[in-house]
């Protein structure tokens, strides 16, 4: 019985397999990995993955594929975790020692922001991450410091990973086809992120990038000074998205840790 995709959970169905052996060469997973594919769908790309590995977790939250992953696979070789991938505790996933997690994924977009910083809190257990997103997505995670698309989610992700564009996937890939291109990305955590109270970061860069056609000096005032801005090296007629990281991170500093609000995400 053929599976009709929920518009709920964001459901676009990976089918080409052109595409789908292109994204085995990115990823190369190999035997002893220990790997973790979130929203397997329908398992095109699962079953490729488990050519390579001798097992496999998955999170996937609709419950009618659920099923269907049970019926057509090892469970063995896979194993299920029903539930929210913005829920799941992917700490929990077993990894031998010496190894860290591998993460992929073709994301359902209307959760895709929230996912990936999601993720940023198991990333010293990660060994690397490849998505497939929205193409405009990907653009904004690896935009440099400049460009019309770097902003928030450029600067958090970028605090914590190395990230690439990998190669660009046309809507005709997918049942149904999305109304626009995807596109894979690696992401791989850096080990030493640049020193820095994630929470105040998270706080300055969200100030920063709410009015970003105002001049930095508008955008956090009340949060900093002129005087603070330049001690960070920051040209206070700037606007945000010509400020770069490490910039941010010397701002962060300065937040001090009784203007610390709680984590928005």
Known sequence: MKHVAKKRFGQNFLTDHTVLYDIMRVVVPQAGDAMVEIGPGLGAMTRMLLESLKQLHVVELDRDLVKRLHANFDPARLIVHSGDAL??????????????????????????????????????????????????????????????????????????????????????????PPRVESAIVRMIPIAQPLACNQQALEQVVLKAFS???????????????????????????LRPEAVSL????????????????????
């Open 87 to 176: 829920q799941f505790d992917f700490a929990t996933i077993p990894v031998p020692e010496g190894q860290k997690l591998r993460v992929v994924g073709n994301l359902p977009y209307n959760i895709s922001s929230p996912l990936l910083f999601h993720l940023t809190g198991i990333a010293p257990l990660v060994q690397d991450q490849h998505f497939m997103l929205q193409k405009e997505v990907v653009e904004r995670m690896v935009a440099p410091p400049g460009s019309k698309t770097y902003g928030r989610l450029s600067v958090m992700l970028q605090w914590r990973y190395k990230m690439e564009l990998m190669f660009i996937v046309p809507p005709t890939a997918f049942d149904p």
């Open 246 to 265: 490490e910039q941010f991170v010397a701002l962060a500093n300065l937040l001090p840790p009784q203007a610390l609000m709680p984590t928005v995400v």
């Open 211 to 237: 009015q970003r056609r105002k001049v930095i000096r508008n955008c956090v005032a009340g949060m900093f000074t002129e005087t603070d801005l330049r001690a960070a090296g920051i040209d206070p007629t």
